[in-house]
């Protein structure tokens, strides 16, 4: 079974999984004969959610939504039944800024809100909302004012977009939230359990990767700060949750994605869970595993981050808990073998074992990685 992640920057889970499956039918004894690969992509919440749900089966849907820097973008999201599972990436992501281009204190998440509204239209009663790669540090207010809350200036004027001018919050008002909202499931899948404010919180963690200098995570900081003290009075006045905005922002999960996991949590009702753990759920991992007698994770860097909630650290902890051995590929190697073990993982293969060049690894990862595979074919297949 391989179940991998993406090769940020390189390969897709897909393309993992397909060079993978070309690498070890090469370098398996009688060519492969009576080897049976099963590929299963998987992802965390973050880039390439939808991907995974796709390749496991689940139609996928495009909506026309709002980006990140106001412009209209193309969003997909994965439907099956009344599940669906919407990456909030594909509305304000990183990905939609052009290159060098960010706007720290301006993005919206306004799109990932017109994005949720487009599953629920389509019938979706069960959310999986995975947020990770977003251009945005707003708190989700964007995605909650697409939804039908409603933020304000003193002088009743709508705040303007994004993070920073949330300094101006006057009022907040939730009561116009979409009613569907309160009769659907929606689960909080991240890879990261950072509270919304302070030194570990969205601004100070994440805001220098979207272009925030010092000043602007200041900045930052402080509008998501007084951002929660104004919904304190907006969430006690309308919300059936006993849950406070304050008591929200500092949960686990508050501070995914620029915050907007706080925006999910206070107003959608979201219950977060680590992202691997709600993809395996929601890709069958559990039920794929059958008849398996090896796992192959994966992601680019197999590094100190994995350990901490990635899909190979997922998958590895479920395989192993079926008593499956597993084994990962990878573009880049920083763990030890000791890190490795804790982890299930009872040994990794990295590009950089064959070609040391980082630039020519990302560039050559699809034939470097069919090396790879046909090295592990060998030591395993045999």
Do not use: W
């Not at 499956?21 to 998987?42: D, F, H, M, Q, S």
């Not at 309308?238 to 500092?250: D, I, K, N």
Request: proline share 5%.
């Amino acid at each position: 079974m391989i179940a991998a992640d993406k090769f940020k920057g390189s390969l897709t889970a897909v393309e993992v999984a397909e060079r993978v499956t070309a690498g070890l039918r090469r370098g398996a004894p009688r060519g492969g004969e009576g080897l049976r690969i099963a590929a299963l992509p998987v992802a965390d919440g973050g880039d390439g959610t939808v991907d995974a749900a796709v390749a496991a089966g689940f139609e996928r849907r495009e909506a026309r939504v709002t980006g990140p820097l106001g412009a209209p973008v193309t969003a997909a999201y994965a439907l099956h039944g009344t599940t669906a599972v919407v990456e909030m990436a594909e509305a304000s992501g990183l990905r939609h800024l052009p290159k060098g281009v960010f706007a720290p204190l301006t993005a919206t998440t306004y799109g990932s809100g017109e994005l949720l509204r487009a599953a629920l239209d389509a019938g979706a009663r069960t959310i999986v909302f995975g947020v990770g790669g977003s251009a945005t540090t707003d708190g989700g207010a964007g995605m909650l004012s697409a939804l039908g809350a409603r933020f304000l200036r003193e002088d009743g004027t709508p705040v303007a977009p994004g993070g920073g001018p949330l300094r101006d919050l006057a009022t907040a008002d939730l009561s116009g939230l979409d009613p569907r909202l309160a009769e659907t499931e929606t689960v909080l899948a991240s890879d990261v359990d950072n509270p919304l404010t302070g030194p570990k919180g969205a601004a100070a963690v994440y805001g220098p990767q979207k272009g925030a200098g010092e000043d602007d995570v200041a900045a930052l900081d402080a509008a998501l700060a007084h951002y929660v003290r104004v919904l304190e009075h907006a969430v006690g006045a309308s919300a059936t949750s006993a849950t406070s905005a304050t008591e929200y922002a500092l949960a686990p999960g508050a501070g995914a994605a620029g915050g907007i996991g706080f925006g999910a949590l206070v107003g959608l009702g979201a219950a977060f869970r680590p992202g691997i753990e709600v993809m395996l759920d929601v890709l069958g991992f559990p039920a794929a595993l059958e008849g398996t007698d090896l796992v192959i994770t994966g992601e680019g860097s197999l590094d100190e981050q994995t350990l901490h909630g990635k899909a190979p650290a997922g998958v590895a902890a479920a395989a192993r808990a079926r008593g499956i051995e597993v084994v990962a590929v990878c573009g880049r190697l920083s763990l030890a073998p000791a890190a490795l073990g804790n982890a299930g993982i009872r040994r990794a293969y990295a590009l950089t074992d064959l070609e040391p060049d980082p630039a020519r690894c990302i560039a050559e990862a699809g034939p470097l990685l069919e090396r790879t595979a046909e090295r592990l074919a060998a030591d395993f297949l045999g």
